[in-house]
């Protein structure tokens, strides 16, 4: 008789110390679904799947795979029991080649005789996904959305009939995630199943057949997608309903804080260079930066911040030219940034959050007075800020690693508005965060706003950009499109010019033009 699940997991208990990450949880997926995991940072998703993959042990609780009871102490009984996984942030080695990542852990991994095999088996792979994946190509050199195919390539190289995606289309353009979804849909059709964490409900609406909700390391409910909507499954997550819908007040015509004056700069590829760009952010106001990822927006954001130079044109902040002023000191001036790669730019993942939280200020007073560093005042700061911005859990004194994806976001934040800074520069301030988390981002963002704060918000999300601008610049292939005000352009026109079309601005449209 056919087993009614591929995957059991039975009151599973997971306890990390003075926190209990999985409480007594029961996770079923059934052969041929899409089974979406859904719940709030930190409610326990990745360290479930981490105890099924084998990088974790589970302090109680029994895992059978089609029926049968398995004992997974490491990814490699994991991958023995048909379960692969792409984790929430990447685990290719950027030096190497497609299928030398792919083969990178196996026996006789790396010989010659191997090699061969290996390459033709991952052009079988690419071609039966329709991945368009060059095996001999370095990793280094592929986009986000290709280097996560590779990570499906390894898993389905090795035989995954289960597969772990945790917070896939974080990293993806719209036009990724659809692609994306057309493999999964492929995936399922063979009978194979797919385990699909996202904090975005309608893609979770779209792509899976039931899902399950963890609430505080707890299962709160199991449904069927098609029997329930994306308001059920907000308020099932978060405990009430969340309502994404803010009042904007309109903005007087106040001075720019920011402006770009016909800036030149040389992009990471040339696509994406930026070419004569123009713009302003008025005091009180938030301009959004819509735009197909890799247009130029990353160049942007750093030849704002100073992170990279200009051929031509001038940064003015507050009315003053600022081309040659160091980050550092644009910071001291009042500018804030909430980095892209959190990882990377934002964090230092060995540093407590206290420490994290006090990186550009601990030798200013109150932290410094006259060259003494007093620890005891970075400490209350950082509580009471961790309480402000709600961190969980509501711990100063513990490294940013051991935190989940969207509670070290928060931290970056936390020390971004905290400076009081004058113009906050917030590239996907909300990527990997739940819709409560999202929401709170969005009204620390509107709050800021109202005091006069000038926000430019790049992010990838158009849902997001629409809902908190004032006003949208589309940026494509490094050069300004056009602009709207949010409800005034029609998604047909707001597509063409993410898709390259110049748009002529209405008259009498932008009320402070
Ligand atoms: N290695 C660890 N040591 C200590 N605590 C941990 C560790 N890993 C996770 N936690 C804690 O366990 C809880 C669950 O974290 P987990 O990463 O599973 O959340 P998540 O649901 O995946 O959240 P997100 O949506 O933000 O990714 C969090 O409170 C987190 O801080
Ligand atoms: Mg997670």
Redesign the pocket.
């Known amino acids: 008789m056919e087993n009614e699940y591929i995957l059991e997991m039975k009151n599973i208990v997971k306890c990390?110390?003075g926190?209990m990450?999985s409480r007594n949880v029961n996770f079923a997926v059934r052969p041929g679904e899409v089974h979406a995991l859904l719940?709030?940072?930190?409610?326990?998703?990745?360290?479930?799947m981490n105890i099924l993959y084998g990088l974790y042990q589970q302090d109680a609780g029994e895992i059978f795979i089609t029926g049968v009871k398995r004992n997974i102490r490491s990814p490699r009984d994991a991958i023995a029991a048909g379960i692969g996984m792409v984790h929430?942030h990447f685990m290719l080695v950027p030096t190497l080649t497609v299928m030398e990542n792919v083969i990178l852990g196996l026996d006789n991994g790396l010989k010659p005789l191997n090699r061969r095999q290996a390459t033709e088996k991952v052009l079988q792979l690419s071609s039966k996904f329709n991945f368009k994946i060059d095996p001999n190509a370095l990793v280094r050199d592929l986009s986000v959305g290709a280097q996560q195919r590779v990570e499906l390539i390894k898993a389905l190289y090795r035989g995954a009939e289960l597969l772990i995606l945790d917070?896939p289309t974080a990293v993806l353009t719209p036009l990724e995630v659809q692609e994306l979804f057309v493999i999964l849909r492929q995936f399922v059709a063979m009978g194979k199943s797919v385990i699909f964490?996202s904090?975005k409900l309608w893609e979770v609406m779209e792509i899976s057949n039931r899902v399950t909700v963890?609430r505080t390391?707890e299962r709160v409910n199991v449904v069927d997608t098609n029997r329930t909507t994306k308001e059920e499954l907000a308020a099932m997550m978060v405990g009430r309903n969340v309502v994404m819908d803010y009042d904007k007040t309109s903005i007087p015509c106040q001075d720019f804080r920011i402006e770009l004056k016909n800036i030149n700069a040389v992009g990471d590829v040339p696509v994406s260079s930026l070419k004569n760009v123009s713009l302003g952010v008025r005091r009180g106001e938030i301009v959004g930066v819509a735009g197909v990822d890799g247009n130029g927006q990353k160049e942007l954001a750093e030849a704002v911040m100073g992170l990279r130079s200009i051929q031509e044109g001038k940064v003015l902040f507050d009315g003053k030219e600022i081309n040659t002023i160091s980050t550092r000191e644009r910071m001291t001036m009042g500018m804030a940034h909430i980095p892209e790669d959190r990882l990377k730019q934002g964090l230092v993942l060995d540093f407590t959050v206290a420490e994290n939280m006090a990186l550009d200020v601990y030798d200013h007073p109150p932290l410094t007075v006259k060259g003494v560093f007093y620890p005891g005042v970075m400490a209350e700061l950082s509580k009471q800020l961790v309480r402000e911005f709600d961190v969980?859990?509501p711990r100063h004194d513990v490294p940013v690693r051991?935190?989940?994806?969207?509670?070290q976001q928060k931290v970056v934040l936390a020390r971004e508005i905290s400076r009081e800074p004058q113009f906050i520069l917030a590239v996907q301030p909300t990527r990997?965060l739940?819709i409560g988390a999202t929401e709170f981002v969005h009204r620390r963002l509107l709050a800021e706003k109202e005091k006069g704060v000038g926000i430019l918000l790049v992010s990838a999300d158009l849902d997001e950009v629409l809902l908190v601008s004032d006003r949208v610049v589309v940026i494509y292939e490094g050069k300004i499109m056009g602009e709207f005000i949010p409800g005034k352009a029609s998604m047909t026109e707001i597509g063409l010019m993410m898709g390259g079309t110049k748009r002529v601005n209405k008259a009498g449209e932008c009320t402070c033009s």
């Open positions: 990390f110390p926190l990450a719940g709030e940072n930190g409610a326990g998703k990745t360290t479930l929430q917070e964490i904090h963890l390391g969980r859990p051991n935190f989940s994806g969207g509670n990997g739940d």
